[in-house]
């Protein structure tokens, strides 16, 4: 009987939901509405149902199930699946253990924080594949950030490592959604560069942005900086200027052998990725920049729940 892993990302709108090979092949896949307007309990169990789908396919493909693993927004007490700090796009999540869905489902869950998932699945299967070591970020509506070094995640002592969205970008600057002041994410996720460009596009009367500043997004602001378009170009350039600084302070610090951008900032193409690397560059040493490679992520909206999956891969090491 062929193995297959299960994994499950926990998204604010969606639960993505999926089985892997042991080599990383995708099986299945599905998504399911979150609901977190309905309440916790109807988020669990939506967890449950996802859950019990996954083993159902499994069982009709006569595949042995090898257990579930779960990436979850917050920070997570890993091994033990208990959300320890805060969740914003699940308000009252914390405080919620994971351990009980093992009863539930009468099956091995493992959780553990989404952004970990979405490097380890990166690593295992994508872009960081064959590297040893690396810094992975994905930025949309937040920014989350993991560490990999020698094969293995870096949680940090009380499992909260990689929180690269809430590094200190400027002190005493934009409030961020998390209450403090200055964060990378204030001034680099999405909603910033939207800001940013619609602004800009007030200054430039030319820009193709101006017809579209109550419905902008980030796919409208990049498909104008491709077509070369003024106030895109130095919403994009500012927005890598300053996510490329704090890149590059990340490079000085843990001198990885990869940066992987995924998220929406990923979809930007390889122009956005180039100008990001040239910033990154600029704040690193050369010592660790020689070297460096700076990659988009190529799971897509998968990574997460193929991270997840990858939980249950070797229990000791990951």
């Not at 069982?59 to 997570?76: A, E, F, H, N, Q």
């Not at 998932?117 to 937040?142: Q, V």
């Not at 200054?203 to 070369?228: C, E, N, V």
Request: charged fraction near 20%; hydrophobic fraction near 40%; proline fraction near 3%.
């Amino acid at each position: 009987m062929k193995k297959v892993y299960a994994g499950i990302d926990l998204g604010g709108t969606f639960i993505k939901a999926g089985l892997i090979s042991p080599g990383g092949a995708r099986i299945s896949y599905f998504k399911i509405p979150t609901e977190v307007e309905s309440g916790l309990n109807t988020v669990r169990d939506n967890l449950i149902k996802a859950g019990k789908r996954l083993i159902s396919i499994s069982g009709r493909k006569r595949m042995k199930l090898c257990g579930i693993g779960i990436g979850s927004p917050g920070t997570v007490r890993y091994p033990e699946g208990i959300v320890t700090d805060s969740s914003p796009n699940i308000p009252g999540w914390v405080g919620t253990s994971f351990g009980g869905l093992s009863a539930d489902l009468k099956i091995e869950v493992r959780a553990d924080n989404d952004a970990n998932c979405m490097a380890l699945g990166e690593y295992m299967f994508g872009a960081g594949r064959g590297t040893r070591s690396g810094f992975y970020i994905t930025i949309g509506t937040g920014i989350g950030g993991a560490f990999i070094y020698n094969g293995r995640l870096i949680r940090g002592a009380s499992y909260a490592a990689g929180e690269f969205g809430h590094t200190a970008l400027k002190y005493n600057g934009k409030k961020c959604k998390c209450g403090r002041r200055g964060c990378v994410e204030a001034y680099t996720a999405v909603p910033a560069l939207i800001q940013s460009a619609k602004k800009l596009a007030k200054k430039h009367p030319y820009s193709s942005l101006r017809k579209k500043l109550d419905g902008l997004t980030s796919h409208m602001i990049f498909d104008a900086f491709k077509k070369g378009d003024r106030a895109a170009s130095e919403a994009v350039r500012l927005n890598a200027a300053m996510l490329g600084s704090a890149v590059g302070s990340v490079v000085n610090l843990f001198n990885p052998e990869i940066v992987v951008v995924g998220g929406g900032l990923a979809e930007a193409g390889k122009k956005y990725i180039d100008e990001l690397r040239k910033n990154i560059i600029a704040f690193a040493f050369g010592s660790a920049a020689n070297s460096l490679k700076i990659r988009s992520a190529r799971l897509g909206n998968s990574a997460g729940w193929i991270g997840a999956a990858c939980l249950n891969f070797d229990k000791n090491n990951r």
